[in-house]
């Protein structure tokens, strides 16, 4: 029996990689996640990454991280590279949720704007308007999102009810609101991928012994 692969990923796509888990039948894949609260400071990814891969023993053959660069400026991929092991392409998960090209084309489009996914239209409230204070001082919402003019809810499942929620938060950020369907995008492809290429390897190694 091979040993499993741990995924190390950011908690804002647990739920998502799981799904994708159950759907493809990666039963070789653990999952471990990390603080999706940790997007408000980024600075400390690196560190939390570098801990949980040190601390994932001798049990997995290998171990994939499961963030983009989520703001680190490129300090995630230095750990990363040290520990000699691979991440997410891209610069975020709205990127990857949406597909580069779509992202780019909306964000070209209006750069003025702020996403949501399915993950961040749930906990709104927790992630974003309790940190930046707005519960308690909504002036500050021109402080922080004066320069924003729309928000896009990238949407990873059809519920009419996040697309409610979605809505309202684009009405608390005084906002125009846009959904766009992606579905899992490129989250899908590159575990995919990937999960194909480390199945071949064990394959290759199975030839070889």
């Known amino acids: 029996m091979h040993r499993p692969v741990l995924v190390i990923a950011c908690g804002a796509l647990a739920r998502e990689i799981a799904d994708l ?80 090209r779509r992202f780019s084309m909306l964000s070209e489009a209006e750069p003025g704007t702020f996403y949501l996914t399915d993950f961040l239209a749930r906990h709104f409230d927790r992630l974003v308007v309790e940190p930046l204070g707005l519960d308690e001082y909504p002036d500050l919402r021109d402080t922080y999102f004066g320069n924003y003019t729309r928000l896009v809810y990238l949407s990873q499942t059809l519920d009419a009810g996040l697309v409610d929620t979605a809505r309202r938060a684009a009405e608390r950020l005084a906002l125009a609101f846009e959904h766009v369907h992606c579905g899992f995008g490129e989250l899908e492809s590159e575990l995919a991928e990937r999960v194909s290429r480390w199945d071949d390897d064990k394959e290759d190694l199975r030839l070889l012994a």
């Open 21 to 100: 888990k159950r759907s493809h039948g990666w039963n070789h894949l653990r999952l471990k996640c990390l603080d999706a609260k940790l997007h408000n400071r980024p600075d400390e990814i690196p560190r939390r990454v570098r801990e949980a891969i040190r601390e994932s023993g001798e049990e997995y053959a290998r171990i994939f991280v499961a963030y983009a660069d989520c703001g680190t400026g490129g300090a995630l991929d230095r750990v990363l590279e040290e520990e000699g092991v691979e991440r997410l392409p891209g610069a975020h998960c709205y990127q990857l949720f949406a597909g580069s």
